[in-house]
Each structure stands twice: as structure tokens, then as C-alpha cells.
């Protein structure tokens, strides 16, 4: 009688939270809601709608345009080979740190993942002063690769290496290796071995690291505009052109929904492979995979890691930093603090202050209502409402951000929610980018967390709330603050949305750099390389924090 009473007791404490749970989801659907569906259709209603009358014919006109063929075939090709170079060059790493065990190696992880952070400007600047004019090549060999698409591949190879170091290296670092090793004694090769065991274990987190690293190239904004230049353009640049300067909606609006449609395949993708990649294999501890590196081959594979890692991803940040510098010593960093009158209504260096302060809201904001959903998507065995609303949370990655900054603008320029002229409105748009790191970083710690420890304390008369704070609350607060980290980073770097929402006197680091740019004159463009250098110390020092927060349960991205 006494077990009866307990599983009834138990039955409804799930009723409970499953009910709880529901009810959290409200907030972040209405927030998303709100500031993503609403400014995203309110765009596309502006440029297909006349006269309350839609001219879906448009689309049809926009895609007879040979320029915007040529606009989809290279942002579809681009995109293919940047995966492609990434998964080659990548791949070693991700094995590397996945079985080998050498000092300095977590430091190593740490400079690894600092390009993944990084704001896309910084990026592109980064490479300008590599590649670019007056760049490293062109002073020592009079080689310019700018405004070439090579210095898009590099620099989409550089940005996306950490994904597939993080992605596949996570899941190779717990698979067994007496698995492979049992292959080896029935008479398999090394070779024969890896691709019978290893490679289909592997192969739902290589899929979803290509599909990642495939998402961002194709929605690629900054890197293109800064080393682009005006020959090669994605959709996503494309679509700012098309609003920005020549003032076309219904182009832009057309490139909206290809884009948009693109994206939901991409992420339905994504989604299927890393169902896939949990369910794959038994796992073990990662501390008992990695050990020393064994014989010449296996040092060779090392120093070529290392070797990789300091070319493709330190040489270009180096060469930023002495770039900032120049023949004047600190004087671009003194002109920073200078009110030149000119493209910045006040001086360049405020622009550090308003990114500190918009990436700090953002931050309770994207933690607010990823964690909320994260609890919401807590259950695996949820129905397709809340596998929808995960997929949902996703959108934001791969939707032009452009777009949605227009999209503010035009949207929510109404009371109740006219909010144009409000400090508010860039924290908005950069949450809108955090939540999926923050759901993406709880949803796996959240999940470990065995159910039955709530529903023992619902029994005991705790409601959910009590509940998730004495239960889940304790195991996921470090979890909670790399999320944090992560929405903080995210943030700072926000470029697509911010250039058109950021005011003329309060402009965030991004923008000031894509400004100072797009002048003319070496004052300017070391200026550019100062503040890129700023922005990238500043990155740098929140993934080393994570990095120290960082656990093996906590999510990658």
C-alpha cells in the first residue's frame, strides 16, 4: 500500500513539473516572439506587401536576377569549401586533444577556442592586417590576398577550427579505445580498425560540426564585408546592401526567406545528427583516454598540431597586435581617447565603455530566458511542441541579423513596445544571439541531473520551484556561469544587428571598428587595429575564465 502511495505521489510530481515546465517555455516563446518572429515578418511584410496586397510574384522577378544567382551559388560554395579546408585542418587537433595528454595543454585549448569568440570584425581585421594592404605578406613579399577568396577561406578556417576540435573532440575523448584495440588482435590495420570502429562512432559529431561550421560560413557577415570587398558577397552581406544602400526591401526581403528557409534545413540537420551522437555508443571517462604521446609519429602529429595552431590562428592575431602599435608606438591607442569630430560624435574609446555595459544586460538577459527554456527542454523523451521550441531557440545563429536589426527598427517603433530611441534595444538584439550558447551550455548539465532527486523532494512537499533551486541549482551553477561567459563573449562581438540599432554617439566596439575601416588614412585604420586589439584582450580573458570554470559535463557550445 505504502509502494502504491509512493509511485501515485511520484506520478504526480511528474504531472507537476511536466506542467512547470510548460509554463517556463511561455516566457521565452513570447520573447522570441516578440523580438525575433515579429521584427523578421514585419521586414518581409514591408517588402513584399503593397497596399495590403502580397506580391509573392517578386520572388520569382529576384531570382531571375543573374546577380543574386551569382550572390547564392558563391555563398553555397564558399560555405562548402570553408567546411571542407575546416574539417581537413581541424581533424588533427581534434584527435590530438582527444588522446594525447602533453603539458601545456589546456592553455592550448584555451588559445584554440579564443578564435571562436572573437567577433567577426575582429576576425576580418585581424587578416586584413595579415593579407591586406599594407599587411604582413604585402610588406615582406608584395603579396595581397585581400579581396580575394582565399582570404575568406583562411579566415572562415581560422573562426570555425575550435568547433571541430570542441565537437568531435569531446565525443572522441570518452569513446573506449579497447574497442579499436580489440579490432587490432583479430588481424585488422591501424587504418582498417579506425574506419570500422572509430569513424561511424565518430561520424554524427563530425555531421554536426559540419553542418555548425557550414551554418556560420553561409550566414557570414563580417569576415566577407572586411576582406570581400566589393567582388565577392554572401546573402547575408548581400542583404545589407540591399537595405542599407540601395534601399531595396523587397530584394532584401526575398534574400530573407531564401536565407531563412536555408537555415531551418540546416538546423533540421543538425538537430537529427545530434539525436544521432547521443544515443551512438557507450562512453567512458576523457580522463582515461588521453596519455602521452607515444613514438615519432605521434610527436610528429603533435608538433603539426602546434605548428598549425600557431600559424593559422596565432600568426594573424599577432600580427593585429603589432599592427595596433606601428611606427607610433601607443599613439593609435592615445587617438582613441581623441574626439576627432568626424565619424564618432564622441572618442573612439567610449565605444569600450558602451560594449561593456550592452554585453553585461545582455547577459541577464540571454541567461534569464536560455536558462528558462533550458529547464523547459530538460525532459529527453519531450513531445515535438518542445522539440520545435529547441530548434526554434537555434534560429537566431543562422537568421540574418541584419534583418533583424532593421527589423527593430521598423518593427518596434509603436507604443506599447517603440523602443527605437531606447539603450535597450542593442542588449535585445545581442540576447537574441546568446540564448542558443546559454541552452546549448545547460541542456547537457540539466539532463544529468537524475529526475528522481526532484521527484523525491516533490514528495517531500516541495514545490518546483524549491525544488529546482535546492536540487538542480547547486549542480548547474558553474554550468550557469560558463553560459553566462559565453553570452557575455557572444555579445560583445554582435555586428550585424547592432550596425544599424547602435546610436551614432554610443556605438559598440564592432561598429566602431568597421567605421573606422571604411575611412581612409593610416590614422584611422591603426585606430581600427587598436580597438580590434582591445576587443580581442577583452574576449580572451572571459574564455580564459571559462576555461577554468569549465567541466566535462558542460556543454561545448
Same mark, same amino acid.
Given at each position: 500500500m505504502d509502494l502504491a502511495r509512493t509511485e501515485v505521489s511520484r506520478a504526480a510530481a511528474r504531472r507537476r513539473g511536466n506542467a512547470a515546465r510548460l509554463g517556463l517555455m511561455a516566457v521565452p516563446v513570447a520573447f522570441f516572439a516578440v523580438f525575433f518572429a515579429y521584427p523578421v515578418t514585419a521586414i518581409v511584410a514591408r517588402g513584399l506587401k503593397a497596399d495590403g496586397v502580397w506580391h509573392l510574384g517578386r520572388i520569382g522577378d529576384v531570382l531571375?536576377?543573374?546577380?543574386?544567382?551569382?550572390?547564392?551559388?558563391?555563398?553555397?560554395?564558399?560555405?562548402?569549401?570553408?567546411?571542407?579546408?575546416?574539417?581537413?585542418?581541424?581533424?588533427?587537433?581534434?584527435?590530438?586533444?582527444?588522446?594525447?595528454?602533453?603539458?601545456?595543454?589546456?592553455?592550448?585549448?584555451?588559445?584554440?577556442?579564443?578564435?571562436?569568440?572573437?567577433?567577426?570584425?575582429?576576425?576580418?581585421?585581424?587578416?586584413?592586417?595579415?593579407?591586406?594592404?599594407?599587411?604582413?605578406?604585402?610588406?615582406?613579399?608584395?603579396v595581397r590576398l585581400d579581396t580575394t577568396v582565399w582570404a575568406i577561406l583562411l579566415a572562415h578556417v581560422f573562426f570555425n577550427y575550435a568547433v571541430v576540435v570542441r565537437t568531435v573532440g569531446g565525443l572522441w575523448s570518452q569513446l573506449d579505445p579497447r574497442q579499436e584495440e580489440a579490432a587490432r588482435m583479430l588481424g585488422a590495420s591501424r587504418f582498417a580498425a579506425w574506419r570500422a570502429v572509430t569513424l561511424p562512432a565518430l561520424a554524427p559529431a563530425v555531421a554536426a560540426?559540419?553542418?555548425?561550421?557550414?551554418?556560420?560560413?553561409?550566414?557570414?557577415?563580417?569576415?566577407?564585408?572586411?576582406?570581400?570587398?566589393?567582388?565577392?558577397?554572401?546573402?547575408?552581406?548581400?542583404?545589407?546592401?540591399?537595405?542599407?544602400?540601395?534601399?531595396?526591401?523587397?530584394?532584401?526581403?526575398?534574400?530573407?526567406?531564401?536565407?531563412? +528557409? @536555408? =537555415?531551418?534545413?540546416? !538546423?533540421? *540537420?543538425?538537430?537529427?545528427?545530434? %539525436?544521432?551522437?547521443? &544515443? /551512438?555508443?557507450?562512453?567512458?571517462?576523457?580522463?582515461?583516454?588521453?596519455?602521452?604521446?607515444?613514438?615519432?609519429?605521434?610527436?610528429?602529429?603533435?608538433?603539426?598540431?602546434?605548428?598549425? +595552431? @600557431? =600559424?593559422?590562428?596565432? !600568426?594573424? *592575431?599577432?600580427?593585429?597586435?603589432? %599592427?595596433?602599435?606601428? &611606427? /607610433?608606438?601607443?599613439?593609435?591607442?592615445?587617438?582613441?581617447?581623441?574626439d576627432d569630430g568626424g565619424v564618432f560624435l564622441a572618442a573612439p574609446i567610449e565605444a569600450v565603455g558602451n560594449s561593456l555595459r550592452y554585453a553585461v544586460a545582455a547577459t541577464v538577459i540571454a541567461v534569464l530566458i536560455g536558462g528558462l527554456a533550458a529547464v523547459a527542454l530538460t525532459r529527453r523523451d519531450a513531445g515535438r511542441l518542445v522539440r520545435g521550441f529547441d530548434a526554434l531557440l537555434m534560429l537566431p545563429l543562422g537568421v540574418s541579423a541584419v534583418t533583424v536589426g532593421f527589423g527593430f527598427l521598423i518593427a518596434l517603433d509603436e507604443p506599447p513596445l517603440d523602443l527605437r530611441a531606447s539603450w535597450i534595444l542593442v542588449p535585445l538584439a545581442q540576447a537574441l544571439v546568446g540564448v542558443p550558447f546559454v541552452v546549448r551550455t545547460m541542456l547537457p548539465v540539466l539532463r544529468a541531473v537524475d529526475a528522481r532527486l526532484r521527484e523525491a523532494a516533490a514528495v517531500l512537499g516541495a514545490s518546483p520551484w524549491r525544488a529546482w533551486r535546492e536540487v538542480d541549482l547547486p549542480m548547474v551553477r558553474r554550468a550557469l556561469l560558463v553560459a553566462a561567459g559565453f553570452a557575455?563573449?557572444?555579445?560583445?562581438?554582435?555586428?550585424?544587428?547592432?550596425?544599424?540599432?547602435?546610436?551614432?554617439?554610443?556605438?559598440?566596439?564592432?561598429?566602431?571598428?568597421?567605421?573606422?575601416?571604411?575611412?581612409?588614412?593610416?590614422?584611422?585604420?591603426?585606430?581600427?587595429?587598436?580597438?580590434?586589439?582591445?576587443?580581442?584582450?577583452?574576449?580572451?580573458?572571459?574564455?580564459?575564465v571559462l576555461e577554468r570554470l569549465r567541466t566535462d559535463r558542460t556543454g561545448e557550445f
Open positions: 531571375a536576377q543573374s546577380d543574386v544567382r551569382q550572390v547564392l551559388w558563391f555563398t553555397t560554395w564558399q560555405a562548402v569549401v570553408s567546411t571542407a579546408l575546416t574539417l581537413l585542418v581541424a581533424l588533427p587537433g581534434a584527435y590530438v586533444f582527444a588522446r594525447f595528454e602533453f603539458p601545456g595543454k589546456q592553455v592550448l585549448r584555451a588559445v584554440v577556442t579564443v578564435p571562436f569568440v572573437l567577433p567577426t570584425v575582429v576576425v576580418g581585421t585581424a587578416f586584413m592586417a595579415l593579407v591586406g594592404r599594407g599587411g604582413l605578406l604585402d610588406d615582406l613579399w608584395g560540426a559540419a553542418l555548425m561550421v557550414f551554418l556560420f560560413t553561409f550566414t557570414s557577415f563580417g569576415v566577407v564585408q572586411i576582406l570581400g570587398g566589393p567582388a565577392f558577397s554572401t546573402l547575408e552581406v548581400e542583404i545589407y546592401r540591399q537595405t542599407s544602400e540601395i534601399f531595396d526591401l523587397s530584394t532584401a526581403a526575398v534574400l530573407t526567406m531564401i536565407q531563412f +528557409v @536555408a =537555415v531551418g534545413a540546416i !538546423l533540421a *540537420l543538425h538537430a537529427w545528427t545530434v %539525436r544521432r551522437r547521443e &544515443t /551512438a555508443l557507450r562512453l567512458v571517462d576523457a580522463s582515461v583516454t588521453a596519455r602521452r604521446p607515444r613514438g615519432a609519429g605521434q610527436w610528429t602529429l603533435l608538433g603539426g598540431v602546434v605548428a598549425t +595552431v @600557431a =600559424v593559422l590562428l596565432l !600568426l594573424p *592575431l599577432g600580427v593585429l597586435v603589432q %599592427r595596433s602599435f606601428g &611606427t /607610433a608606438g601607443l599613439g593609435y591607442y592615445r587617438a582613441l581617447a581623441e557575455f563573449a557572444v555579445s560583445l562581438g554582435e555586428f550585424g544587428a547592432t550596425v544599424f540599432i547602435a546610436r551614432p554617439e554610443n556605438p559598440t566596439l564592432p561598429v566602431a571598428v568597421a567605421r573606422l575601416l571604411g575611412r581612409p588614412g593610416d590614422l584611422n585604420y591603426g585606430q581600427a587595429m587598436a580597438l580590434s586589439t582591445i576587443l580581442m584582450i577583452v574576449c580572451a580573458v572571459a574564455l580564459l
